[in-house]
């Protein structure tokens, strides 16, 4: 990865999501922008705030939801005004199945309630001798190969198979996500930057994804299991706390978002890696880095690189006064780069702390699964650059998706022996 903070060319240093630079290389744009423009209302009628001190008050901040249908769209540019058509039904269906990380109190805080004892750093540490077995077998394979793409052999799979594992998901099945997986993260880019095909695309994974889960609920149903899917349906038959939608659409965001971050989390982590040796000689040897290494990788490479709001109260932020209606655009991935938070920011150090990077959120809408991701981490990269001293990339520079959201490789080509 690359975090030069040298200047870019263009005069006008303002949030510009159409410019294909802010998927493949945002962090010089984000030092420009944080310089001179470091919040202003973006020509398509949304705020940008791209300092981590603006970022991290409004994700704490009350007055901020992270419903869109509190956005007054006629504030906002034509394209960001487009929705589903109204007698669209299976948009509709879509829009009725958002899970709980797009919606408030009350809501919000009985569905994340339901799912989050699954993922307390005590559950999630006794998945620590699963995921090394995990790790080893799929470096085993990727040694026998020598020349591999490390995201498609290693990154992906790994996650995947956790998630799958915690949720009763059959092994069989899990190769036939990757597709409807890769739709919906692309999805989550705000609408008007995706075009109709992209839409439908994401619309379509949810609902081959809701058709799936629907399924295997109904088995569930049938014969309970020791799993997370058995455990939500027990709740739903308790007493009706879930609807079906909502009880979809949890499944969705735990498989989806229970493995794509962490992808481009362990990809982006191995490049940065690699192309800092001295910082992946101190990881490789020194135990006492591992965590705050995974730390300054949730920092530096920054996989999820913005979130919204949608103000719901008057808020005097920054010098200026956001009203209810207006839309916040938060560059988290700038603010982890941000001089006046991190000492020398665009130095890669696996032993920096204090480390408040946004990585995670903030707030109500923290990421439930960050225990996961931060030990999936941890055992996947010690596991990688210990058994694989003379790991090397082998081209000049991998190519990035043009997920704005979600920034991630395409494929990230290695030697396991250099």
């Given at each position: 990865?690359?975090?030069?903070t040298?200047?870019p060319?263009?005069?006008?240093?303002?949030?510009?999501?159409?410019?294909?630079?802010?998927?493949?290389?945002?962090f010089?744009?984000?030092a420009?922008?944080?310089?001179?423009?470091?919040v202003h209302r973006?020509?398509?009628g949304?705020?940008?705030?791209?300092?981590h001190?603006d970022?991290?008050?409004?994700?704490?901040d009350?007055?901020?939801?992270?419903?869109d249908?509190?956005i007054d769209?006629?504030?906002?540019?034509?394209?960001?005004r487009s929705?589903?058509i109204a007698d669209?039904l299976e948009a509709?269906?879509?829009?009725?199945?958002?899970?709980?990380?797009?919606?408030d109190?009350?809501?919000h805080?009985?569905l994340?309630?339901l799912?989050s004892?699954?993922?307390?750093?005590?559950?999630?540490e006794?998945?620590r001798?699963?995921?090394?077995?995990?790790?080893?077998?799929?470096?085993?394979?990727?040694f026998?190969?020598?020349?591999?793409d490390?995201l498609e052999?290693?990154?992906?799979?790994l996650?995947v198979?956790?998630?799958?594992?915690m949720?009763?998901?059959?092994?069989?099945?899990?190769?036939?996500?990757k597709?409807?997986?890769?739709?919906?993260a692309r999805?989550?880019?705000p609408?008007?930057?995706?075009?109709?095909e992209?839409?439908k695309?994401?619309?379509?994974?949810?609902m081959?994804?809701?058709?799936?889960?629907f399924?295997?609920?109904?088995e569930?149903?049938?014969s309970?299991g020791?799993?997370l899917?058995?455990r939500l349906v027990?709740?739903?038959?308790?007493?009706g706390?879930?609807s079906?939608?909502e009880l979809?659409?949890?499944?969705?965001?735990?498989?989806?978002?229970?493995?794509?971050t962490?992808v481009n989390?362990i990809?982006?982590?191995?490049l940065?890696l690699?192309?800092h040796?001295?910082q992946?000689?101190?990881f490789?040897?020194?135990?006492?880095?591992?965590?705050s290494?995974?730390?300054?990788?949730?920092?530096?490479?920054?996989p999820?690189?913005?979130?919204?709001r949608?103000?719901?109260?008057?808020?005097?932020?920054a010098g200026?006064t956001?009203?209810?209606?207006?839309?916040?655009m938060?560059?988290?991935?700038?603010?982890?780069?941000?001089?006046?938070q991190?000492?020398?920011p665009?130095?890669?150090d696996v032993?920096r702390?204090?480390?408040?990077h946004?990585?995670?959120?903030f707030?109500i809408h923290?990421?439930l699964?960050?225990?996961?991701a931060?030990m999936?981490?941890?055992v996947?990269?010690?596991?990688?650059?210990?058994?694989?001293?003379?790991l090397?990339?082998?081209?000049?520079?991998p190519?990035?998706k043009?997920n704005?959201v979600l920034?991630?490789?395409e494929?990230?080509?290695?030697a396991?022996?250099?």
């Amino acid at each position: 990865m690359t975090s030069s903070t040298s200047p870019p060319s263009s005069p006008d240093p303002v949030f510009d999501p159409f410019d294909p630079e802010w998927a493949t290389n945002p962090f010089p744009l984000y030092a420009d922008l944080r310089q001179r423009a470091p919040v202003h209302r973006n020509a398509l009628g949304f705020w940008v705030f791209a300092r981590h001190a603006d970022c991290l008050a409004l994700l704490r901040d009350r007055r901020t939801s992270a419903d869109d249908d509190h956005i007054d769209r006629e504030r906002l540019s034509a394209e960001f005004r487009s929705g589903p058509i109204a007698d669209d039904l299976e948009a509709a269906a879509v829009r009725d199945m958002r899970p709980f990380l797009f919606r408030d109190p009350p809501d919000h805080t009985r569905l994340r309630g339901l799912v989050s004892k699954a993922f307390t750093p005590k559950v999630v540490e006794s998945l620590r001798a699963r995921t090394q077995q995990i790790v080893d077998e799929l470096l085993d394979a990727a040694f026998e190969a020598d020349r591999v793409d490390l995201l498609e052999s290693f990154a992906y799979p790994l996650p995947v198979r956790i998630i799958c594992d915690m949720l009763g998901v059959p092994v069989a099945d899990q190769d036939g996500f990757k597709s409807w997986s890769t739709s919906l993260a692309r999805g989550l880019d705000p609408e008007f930057l995706l075009t109709d095909e992209a839409i439908k695309d994401r619309d379509d994974a949810v609902m081959q994804f809701a058709r799936y889960f629907f399924e295997l609920l109904a088995e569930r149903r049938r014969s309970l299991g020791d799993d997370l899917l058995s455990r939500l349906v027990e709740v739903e038959d308790d007493g009706g706390v879930l609807s079906e939608g909502e009880l979809l659409s949890t499944c969705i965001l735990l498989l989806v978002a229970g493995h794509e971050t962490t992808v481009n989390l362990i990809s982006g982590g191995t490049l940065a890696l690699l192309h800092h040796p001295d910082q992946l000689e101190r990881f490789r040897i020194d135990p006492a880095v591992n965590r705050s290494g995974v730390e300054e990788m949730l920092r530096y490479v920054s996989p999820v690189q913005l979130t919204g709001r949608a103000v719901i109260e008057d808020i005097e932020i920054a010098g200026v006064t956001l009203r209810p209606g207006d839309f916040a655009m938060l560059l988290i991935g700038s603010g982890n780069h941000d001089a006046d938070q991190f000492s020398d920011p665009e130095r890669f150090d696996v032993g920096r702390t204090p480390n408040n990077h946004l990585g995670f959120g903030f707030g109500i809408h923290h990421c439930l699964g960050a225990p996961l991701a931060r030990m999936e981490t941890q055992v996947a990269l010690t596991s990688l650059v210990r058994r694989a001293p003379d790991l090397a990339v082998t081209v000049d520079e991998p190519t990035y998706k043009t997920n704005v959201v979600l920034r991630g490789m395409e494929s990230l080509p290695v030697a396991m022996r250099g």
